[in-house]
């Protein structure tokens, strides 16, 4: 009785994961206006096709299996071979999705019930998704495309053959480790270049200013401040896109000292909150005042981070101000660390940010690496002050370096309690 419970139970799962896509192909023809050849009944059908033919296997006749696959699989090809038409392009997406929900009703009867239902779930959305999936293509340029594939070719294939040991002076130099970064912080520029393209930049001033922190904080600074400079009326929302930019800063380094080491997390995270509030009250504060809240981030310029030139900058970067802090530790002056931290925050806070956490995770005291971390912060805050005052309308200077003062602020603030 139990193991007739137990396929009913299977058989229920079946139907409901098959008609959960069918459903979605169902509203898909209707949409489409057309008639297609499989729809909720059908791929309930296919579920409940591989999830009996998966019990009756099991049951001592194991040719069944591969055998309704097989017929499923003819059956799908007559099919679409009948529906073809020289007029009309029709691709193989239905027929796809009906042999994977085939193979989901197959699962659900070898118990693998979580798997089916979440596979289920997972099928329906991409099925459900064309529409956006092509409005985002559409917004790529060709050179998104052939950056991304050569940054594919360079992670995949160069990566796994860099040797993961020591070179140079002091043994700095490690390119397995240096490359391991390069990855992650063109990770994590590419998932907000992605969602600012995804989104448009055309959905609002303040969103723009988000997610074009995420990706590159200083094209965001650079691209608003002569936007301002060419419309002066814009001033209000500039400044609030340039500060919200900035401020998205603090939670970038928390997720990328996050991802190294987390114990330097647990230590430096007390700043960056303070920055990352500090930044949020100048926001809000822009944000009320602004009367032009309906502007967009139109003709925002943020450039693939896939870019080769690009990746490779960071990589030497990354290398350089590694080897200078190991040196500047074993033969310089005390501070000389701090000076590197500065100067190489002026134009690159991942350089210093990622560094400082591995040496960190190396044995370096969490307090100075955390203090080093916050003053190329700091510096980096400079430098969108800089931008905007040698690029800007002479009207965004203001609310910006109020904004912009009030995160700097606040992280020094915090240094004091770091150096202690």
């Not at 997972?122 to 998104?144: G, H, I, M, Q």
């Not at 002076?169 to 998932?191: C, D, R, Y």
């Not at 590159?216 to 608003?224: D, Y």
């Not at 101000?321 to 931290?341: C, E, N, W, Y």
Request: charged share 15%; proline share 4%.
């Amino acid at each position: 009785m139990d193991d007739h419970l137990q396929i009913v139970r299977s058989l229920a799962i079946a139907i409901l994961t098959g008609a959960l896509i069918g459903l979605e192909r169902e509203y898909h023809h209707r949409l489409k206006e057309e008639t297609g050849f499989a729809g909720l009944r059908t791929f309930t059908f296919f579920a409940v096709l591989g999830n009996l033919s998966t019990w009756i296997a099991t049951l001592g006749h194991p040719w069944i299996l591969p055998a309704a696959f097989m017929g499923l699989v003819v059956l799908l090809g007559v099919s679409h071979y009948r529906s073809t038409v020289p007029e009309r392009d029709r691709g193989m997406t239905t027929e796809v999705a009906a042999l994977i929900t085939f193979l989901i009703g197959s699962l659900v009867a070898l118990q693998m019930i979580e798997v089916s239902v979440a596979l289920a779930v997972v099928v329906a959305a991409l099925l459900s998704a064309k529409p956006a999936f092509r409005n985002w293509v559409e917004r790529l340029a060709p050179e998104d495309i052939y950056t991304t594939l050569k940054f594919a070719v360079v992670a995949f294939v160069v990566f796994p053959i860099l040797p993961d040991r020591a070179y140079g002076p002091l043994g700095a130099l490690n390119p397995h480790e240096i490359w391991v970064m390069v990855v992650l912080i063109s990770g994590v520029s590419f998932l907000g270049y992605i969602a600012l393209k995804l989104l448009g930049p055309e959905r609002g001033i303040a969103l723009s200013g988000l997610l074009g922190g995420l990706a590159s904080s200083t094209a965001v600074a650079v691209s608003f401040s002569r936007r301002s400079r060419e419309n002066p009326e814009l001033v209000p929302g500039c400044a609030l896109a340039v500060v919200i930019a900035s401020t998205v800063m603090a939670g970038r380094i928390a997720a990328l000292v996050a991802a190294v080491d987390p114990a330097l997390f647990g230590v430096l995270w007390i700043p960056l909150v303070a920055m990352g509030a500090a930044g949020a009250l100048a926001a809000a504060v822009l944000w009320r005042r602004s009367r032009h809240r309906g502007i967009t981030g139109a003709g925002l310029e943020v450039r693939n981070p896939f870019r080769l030139s690009t990746v490779l900058a960071f990589g030497a970067a990354y290398a350089a101000v590694l080897f200078l802090v190991k040196a500047g530790q074993a033969f310089l002056p005390a501070g000389s660390t701090t000076a590197v931290a500065a100067l190489s925050g002026l134009t690159q806070i991942d350089a210093i940010t990622l560094s400082m956490a591995k040496l960190a995770r190396e044995g370096m005291a969490a307090h100075a690496a955390a203090a080093f971390i916050v003053v190329g912060a700091l510096s980096n805050t400079l430098s969108k002050a800089l931008i905007v005052a040698g690029l800007g309308h002479h009207r965004l200077r203001t609310p910006v370096f109020a904004g912009l003062g009030v995160v700097f602020a606040a992280g020094l603030a915090t240094l004091p309690f770091l150096l202690r």
